[in-house]
């Protein structure tokens, strides 16, 4: 008979691939989803402990090798976030001063790390599972494929976040708006840097899992 756990975690990652799939997806959702990813790692990892490695063993060896693809996406995701959010933080000093050229290149880091992040994201491995790959197998790959999902999806929201700054067009208008214009931007990024620490928060969490779950793979196929 299943472990109770796969329905719970299968209904658990649909729930979680159809919230970022959301055209009204926002990025507290997407933090949301990576803290839920975490409990879903928790879930494989009592899976994985009362497997045996005579069944699947190796394709849980597979499964082993790109658990550690996920684990360094997670780590440089999670890096990313932290200079994001440095990188805001030192936005918002300079708008204060009104200094156009600082906040033009501040922007412009910003727009650089999320590209850069992107580019990693898409050497991350997506291989499908067939029924003959056992279930334990297919949850782990299935997680995995999501976790890159949510991450990609915070990628795409912190750029359109990004994207509703214009400062470069700040010297085209009247001293009085440009201090309202100011003053809007500054609550928009405090609004982007506490969302950027959650979707940090997040990440941390969740390799913290996937750390989990390698070393009960790698106890599993040593047993």
Not at 132 to 153: C, M, P, Y
Request: charged share 25%; aromatic share 4%; net charge neutral.
């Amino acid at each position: 008979m299943p472990h109770p756990n796969y329905i719970k975690i299968e209904e658990e990652l649909r729930n979680i691939c159809s919230g970022i799939s959301s055209p009204s997806a926002t990025i507290e959702m997407v933090s949301d989803a990576l803290r839920r990813l975490g409990g879903v790692y928790n879930c494989i990892n009592e899976i994985i402990s009362l497997h045996s490695n005579q069944a699947h063993g190796k394709k849980l060896e597979e499964e082993m090798e790109r658990s550690l693809e996920v684990l360094d996406l997670c780590s440089a995701m999670q890096e990313m976030f932290t200079d994001l959010k440095m990188t805001i933080q030192e936005l918002q000093m300079v708008l204060n001063r009104e200094d156009h050229a600082v906040v033009q290149v501040k922007a412009q880091s910003y727009i650089r790390l999320v590209k850069k992040a992107k580019h990693h994201l898409k050497k991350a491995s997506n291989k499908s599972t067939s029924d003959e790959d056992g279930r334990l197998v297919s949850l782990l790959t299935t997680a995995r494929g999501i976790t890159a999902s949510v991450l990609k999806s915070a990628l795409e929201l912190l750029s359109k976040q990004i994207s509703t700054c214009n400062p470069s067009k700040w010297s085209l208008i009247s001293k009085s708006f440009q201090k309202a214009k100011v003053s809007c931007e500054e609550v928009q990024l405090q609004a982007l840097e506490l969302g950027i620490v959650g979707l940090e928060s997040g990440a941390e969490n969740l390799f913290r899992r996937l750390i989990q779950t390698r070393a009960s793979l790698l106890n599993t196929l040593s047993s």
